[in-house]
Structure formats: structure tokens, C-alpha cells
């Protein structure tokens, strides 16, 4: 019998893996030990594309995760998983080689960039949290901005809002803030989230969205040559490298995003289409070539940028199985 396998622990509510005996195997059960102790026991049953690309299991259903973990990893220093029948190993791992862990004493981050699907996700979070447990930063213009934030962030003290977050189990923390806005506050261990969008969509979409909104005037050519319209998704991450995200989405594979959110939290997540200026989300504005071509030529740095987005989005999306 030939037994192979992958561990790996993506933070403190997920470990997942994927095990193959022979090439196949399906529904083949697993243990999870810390330090040789009994944690848990799921099914390998999750489809794993990037496994069966590789050839490592003929049809690729051999995922598997463990949710909903508590405190319970933080006593081990070694991480290991057997198969149910005869306790062979799988696959281990040690504490001291995990990748970084992110700070889960603080409240999902969503870096909401504007036009990227990010109303959507906000409203759909406020399904599966309290109302009181999300709280938004706006602006101090904004009326949606939460008393705290505006009293705490707009009125002089920002380092006194962890202490808020936390006293008030804040969960989902979401605003039109740049991550340079909240670095120093939030570390780079925080759980940052956010969307990116093809960004001549973004932007064909931001200048219908004000023009239908707030009655501007300027052309579309004039409003993609303003400064602050400029690359504005790098602007908004500067300060974080992409691995640094805990989650990203695409606005263009907005489903799909729902989907590997709900896989990596253990959360589950609506599916909604809000504030849109188009019959979904997914469907692509359209305009003059000459338009789309200046739009390009005005976001380069935001271009690369969300290519490289695609790329991570996607490694992330094989590895959950999504």
C-alpha cells in the first residue's frame, strides 16, 4: 500500500489536507493528533483540484479540514494525521514551521476599496454577525460610520479603539479606510481582508455609480485622469504584501470568493448582489476602446497589481479546494 499525503494548518480554526493511498481512495477516514493526543476525526472527502492536476489522486476527492478548533492546537508543538483504520501516519507537522498566525483577537479586517463588490460582502456579514458586533469606518462625513469609530478614530484617541473593539466583541470591523490608515493600529498579523476588480471595470463602474448618485458632470474621460482615481486598489493595500491578506476576493469571480471566504473562516456567508450599477456583479461595463485604453494607461501600478491578485486568489482557491 502506497500512503500519501499533505497536512497543513492555515490558522488556529483550520487544519486541512489531503490523503491518497494507491493514487485514489474516497471517503477515507482520518485523525487528527497534537503531540500524539486525539484532537478530532473528519471524512477526506473535499475535491482538491490542485491534487489531481498533479496526478497525486485519480479523482481528486480526497480533501480534507478541521473546523471549529478552538484552543485546542495552542497546547502542541507537533501536528499529525493518521488514517482511522490502522493509525498510519499521513502527514505532520511542527508548530515551530507554520507559517505565520493571525491575530484572531481582533475582528476581521475588511478593507472595503470602493466599487469592488465590497457593499455586498459588508451586508452579507451582517447576516451571520450580530449587528452589534460590526462596526464601520466611513468617514467622519459618513452617517454609516459607527459612534465608537466616529467618537474614537475621527475625535482624536484612534488607539483607544482596540480596547473598544475588544470589550465590545467586535467581529467585523469594514470601511472605506487604506490599510496605511490602520497599519500601526492593527499590525500585519491582523485578519485583513478585501475584494480587488479588473480595474478599468472599477473605474467605468465608480463614474456611473457617482454620476447616477451625486449628479457629476465631468466626463468619463476627465473623472479616470483625476489623481486620486488613479491605481486606486494599490493605494488602498500599500502597506501589505498580497500573502499578507488573510482572505482576498474577486469582484469577477464574485461567487466563487463567497465560497473560498466561507471554506477558509468555517463561516457561512450569504450570497447578495448590492449596490450594483449592472444586472450582476460579474458583468463587465463596456465602453470606447479609446476610453478603456486611456483607462489602462492612467492604472498601470493597479494593473500589475491585480494580476498578481488573480494569481494569489487562485493558488488560495485550489489549496481549499474551492
Known amino acids: 500500500m502506497r500512503l500519501q499525503g499533505a497536512l497543513r494548518r492555515m490558522h488556529d480554526q483550520l487544519v486541512q489536507g489531503w490523503v491518497a493511498v494507491d493514487e485514489g481512495g474516497e471517503g477515507i477516514e482520518v485523525v487528527l ?29 480526497c480533501g480534507f479540514k478541521f473546523w471549529d478548533l478552538g484552543d485546542a492546537l495552542r497546547s502542541f508543538t507537533n501536528l499529525s494525521v493518521h488514517l482511522k483504520v490502522d493509525d498510519s ?42 449587528q452589534d458586533a460590526v462596526w464601520l469606518d ?21 488607539e ?19 490599510v496605511e490608515d490602520y497599519l500601526s493600529l492593527f499590525g500585519r498579523q491582523a485578519r485583513w481582508c478585501t475584494f480587488f476588480r479588473d480595474p478599468v471595470q472599477r473605474v467605468l463602474s465608480d463614474y456611473k455609480h457617482v454620476v447616477r448618485n451625486y449628479g457629476v458632470k465631468k466626463s468619463l474621460e476627465e473623472f479616470c485622469q483625476l489623481e486620486w482615481q488613479k491605481n486606486e486598489q494599490y493605494k488602498c493595500a500599500r502597506g501589505l504584501s498580497l500573502k499578507d ?36 456583479i460579474a458583468e463587465a461595463h463596456q465602453d470606447t476602446n479609446e476610453i478603456m485604453a486611456l483607462i ?13 491578485a488573480r494569481e494569489e486568489f487562485e493558488c488560495r482557491a485550489q489549496k481549499l479546494g474551492v
Open 33 to 61: 493528533k497534537g503531540d500524539g493526543e486525539y484532537i478530532a476525526e473528519t471524512v477526506a472527502n473535499v475535491y482538491r483540484k490542485d491534487v489531481f492536476d498533479l496526478g497525486l489522486h485519480a479523482s481528486g476527492y
Open 89 to 130: 501516519l499521513i502527514a505532520q507537522v511542527e508548530q515551530e514551521k507554520i507559517e505565520s498566525i493571525f491575530d484572531e483577537s481582533l475582528p476581521l479586517i475588511f478593507l472595503h476599496i470602493p466599487k469592488t463588490a465590497g457593499t455586498s460582502f459588508r451586508l452579507a456579514a451582517n447576516d451571520i454577525f450580530n
Open 138 to 158: 466611513y468617514g467622519p462625513e459618513s452617517e454609516s460610520t459607527t459612534p465608537e469609530v466616529m467618537a474614537t478614530v475621527h475625535g482624536g484617541s484612534k
Open 160 to 178: 483607544s479603539l482596540l480596547k473598544q473593539l475588544k470589550e465590545n466583541k467586535v467581529k467585523f470591523y469594514s470601511g472605506h479606510f487604506t
Open 245 to 280: 491578506f488573510y482572505f482576498i476576493g474577486l469582484t469577477e469571480e464574485y461567487d466563487r470568493s463567497i465560497k473560498v471566504f466561507n471554506a477558509l473562516t468555517g463561516l457561512s456567508v450569504p450570497y447578495l448582489e448590492m449596490n450594483k450599477g449592472k444586472p450582476s
Open 296 to 308: 489602462r494607461r492612467c492604472n498601470q501600478q493597479d494593473i500589475e497589481f491585480y494580476e498578481q
